[in-house]
């Protein structure tokens, strides 16, 4: 089973973002995956940008959709890609855990070839509970293609996640493999909060959750109009 990890990423990211992405990078690539890093290029973050064409590129049989600014424990990660031949997605992470500035400054100063996770670093953070499809996913390449993997409507930061994970969840008829472990989220300044019409967009993929016929015909809806 070929592997493939997909990291994307905004042409105008900030240097803490982009330091944040050189050190999760190493983390992938020191364990033996094959990474592609993929640019959004619009005046908008757009994560469909970012991610479709890599994943319509790509020939591996699981790709893993990873955010630039986080990355799991290494065995969950081994576990989550396991498991998508049985359920065709999963999670590598049960919780989030979003360091702080100082406990990051001091995670980027260690070599990600060399370190999973030190122990006074799990003690500065902030968590919170999973989003399927948020932050690093492994799925069937097939099913990402199905779902989009990412609908192009979402601009900014917010919602294209959770409409993943509601895509995905409809199509597959599975829930998401979810592994015992953490996410680990490194410190970089705040995006925006979600516009009006994206909350509505997103509320559209929660209302055709278990609808395949509905998922299908939103999902459809993009695909022949675009982004507009």
């Not at 050190?23 to 995956?33: D, L």
């Amino acid at each position: 089973m070929s592997v493939e990890v997909i990291i994307g990423h905004h042409v105008s990211d900030d240097e803490h973002r982009s330091t944040a992405r050189e050190w999760v990078t190493g983390w992938y690539t020191a364990r033996g995956y094959q990474v592609t890093t993929s640019t959004a290029t619009g005046t908008v973050w757009c994560k469909a940008q970012a991610f479709n064409d890599a994943v319509a590129a790509s020939t591996a049989d699981v790709v893993v959709l990873a955010d630039a600014d986080s990355f799991p424990l290494a065995d969950a990660l081994t576990e989550a890609i396991d498991r998508v031949a049985r359920v065709g997605w999963a999670a590598p992470f049960h919780r989030v855990r979003r360091l702080s500035r100082a406990a990051t400054a001091q995670l980027l100063e260690r070599d990600p070839a060399r370190t999973d996770i030190p122990p006074d670093v799990r003690v500065e953070a902030d968590v919170h509970d999973i989003l399927p499809g948020g932050g690093i996913v492994a799925m069937d390449r097939q099913l990402a293609l199905d779902c989009g993997p990412f609908d192009p409507r979402f601009a900014g930061y917010g919602g294209e996640d959770f409409a993943l994970g509601n895509a995905a969840r409809t199509l597959s008829g599975n829930y998401a493999h979810v592994a015992t472990g953490s996410l680990f989220h490194l410190w970089h300044p705040r995006a925006g909060v979600m516009s009006g019409d994206t909350k509505h967009l997103a509320n559209r993929y929660r209302l055709a959750k278990f609808r395949r016929d509905a998922m299908q015909e939103l999902i459809n809806e993009w695909r022949r109009h675009g982004a507009g």
